[in-house]
Nanobody, 127 residues
Framework: QVNLEESGGGLVQPGMSLRVSCAASGRVFSHYAMGWFRQAPGKERELVAAINWVGDNTVYSESVKGRFTVSRDNTKNTLFLQMNSLKPEDTAVYYC????????????????????WGQGTQVTVST
């Protein structure tokens, strides 16, 4: 069992930055590939970014590439998402998710393949 708790969401103006975090507890965090997903009202959940166990392999959705950075600190059991140049269309509930890694390079992009999810943190980008 892995417990995930997001934090750091809030209300920011367009163009500003925000960092959300995901604290993990339970099983050994470093054995899990991690992902950030988001869901806006009336829209389906979508992948934002994913990272492998080691932290040296990442993928991003096209809509956030170049603006968002996913990282992890396995010594602190924490996943991060640094969001820069935020836009109103980034407004959503952001969720972190974990799946047991098959290999050090394993990275997962399909939400349905993740085993554990946090409760989410609201990010609102508005004037």
């Amino acid at each position: 069992q892995v417990n995930l708790e997001e934090s750091g969401g809030g209300l920011v103006q367009p163009g500003m930055s925000l960092r959300v975090s995901c604290a993990a507890s339970g099983r050994v965090f470093s054995h899990y590939a991690m992902g950030w997903f988001r869901q806006a009202p009336g829209k389906e959940r979508e992948l934002v970014a994913a990272i492998n166990w080691v932290g040296d392999n990442t993928v991003y959705s096209e809509s956030v590439k170049g603006r968002f950075t996913v990282s992890r600190d396995n010594t602190k059991n924490t996943l991060f998402l640094q969001m820069n140049s935020l836009k109103p269309e980034d407004t959503a509930v952001y969720y972190c998710a974990a799946v047991l890694s098959r290999s050090p390079s394993h990275i997962e992009v399909a939400g349905g393949d993740y085993d554990y999810w946090g409760q989410g943190t609201q990010v609102t980008v508005s004037t």
